[in-house]
């Protein structure tokens, strides 16, 4: 054995054993847990990836959303799949509503049909037709007699509140019942997506009823209300199946109409 080996201090041997084991330990990166993380809005299509689904998403059966995200009715997070939609796709769908003749507008909301219309379109008609038509009223009130007081009603948002959600929310609801009776495979979030969207003619169209002159008025009210009942029924005509149903049409067409009717004879009188 070398004899400068021989001389080397032992204990400076056996100590430097433990350094080395610990330097080691501490060079290893430990594996830090997978972050479990929910993406908001969720996405319920599973092959378009998280966040946002886009127009060509891929959908599900009949168009239906996840049923695995519903929490229950008092939970707001179950109604948020109902607002996957950005910036984009509702002014996609509002410009598709101003199209009364295309009749494709479910096949654009398939793969995510929303209840954004339902809520804020209608919310906006609301507020327009309730101060436009105190507006209105006031123009006229002037050019009638403007010697005389003039007050703002504000009755006209309990009952522009109560006419177009009631509306909105009833009138898919039957239609819907409707034709599951007759044996077609309809879908309640769509008819409340298509009916929602369809008031945003109404909404552009209470613009214009503030001019104060009446033929004006009716003018545009039957043309917002023909565009609009035409949106519905060329949309709502993929549900029948035959001619004998047309009668379901009319009736779709009419109601819209009598809620386009309504707003004129109420608000602006």
Not at 29 to 55: E, H, K, M, R, V
Not at 76 to 100: A, C, G, H, K
Not at 111 to 118: C, E
Request: charged share 10%; with cysteine; glycine share 6%.
């Amino acid at each position: 054995m070398d004899e400068s080996y021989s001389n080397f201090p032992t204990s400076h041997l056996i100590g430097s054993v433990p350094a080395v084991v610990t330097e080691e330990k501490s060079t290893t990166n430990p594996q830090a847990p997978a972050a479990n993380l929910q993406i908001f809005p969720p996405n319920s299509g599973a092959s378009t990836g998280s966040g946002y689904q886009t127009l060509g998403g891929t959908s599900e059966a009949n168009g239906q959303q996840s049923a695995n995200t519903w929490k229950g009715v008092f939970s707001v997070s179950s109604y948020t799949q109902y607002f996957n939609v950005d910036e984009d796709i509702v002014m996609n769908r509002l410009m598709s509503s101003l199209n009364p003749l295309s009749g494709d507008f479910f096949s654009k909301i398939d793969a995510n049909p929303d209840l954004y219309g339902l809520v804020w379109v209608s919310a906006t008609l609301i507020f327009v037709i309730s101060s436009l038509g105190n507006c209105a009223t006031y123009l006229m009130h002037k050019r009638s007699d403007s010697s005389s007081s003039w007050s703002f009603d504000v009755n006209y948002v309990n009952v522009a509140a109560s006419s177009v959600y009631g509306y909105a929310l009833l009138v898919p609801m039957g239609f819907y019942f409707l034709l599951q009776y007759l044996g077609s495979s309809a879908s309640l979030i769509r008819f409340w997506c298509l009916w929602g969207y369809s008031l945003f003619v109404l909404t552009l169209s209470s613009f214009l009823l503030v001019i104060p002159i009446e033929f004006l008025r009716w003018t545009i009210t039957l043309l917002a209300g023909a565009a609009s009942a035409s949106f519905v029924a060329a949309n709502l005509k993929m549900y029948i199946q035959s001619n004998d149903l047309a009668i379901v049409l009319v009736a779709a067409f009419v109601l819209q109409m009598g809620l386009t009717i309504f707003i004129k004879m109420w608000f602006f009188s």
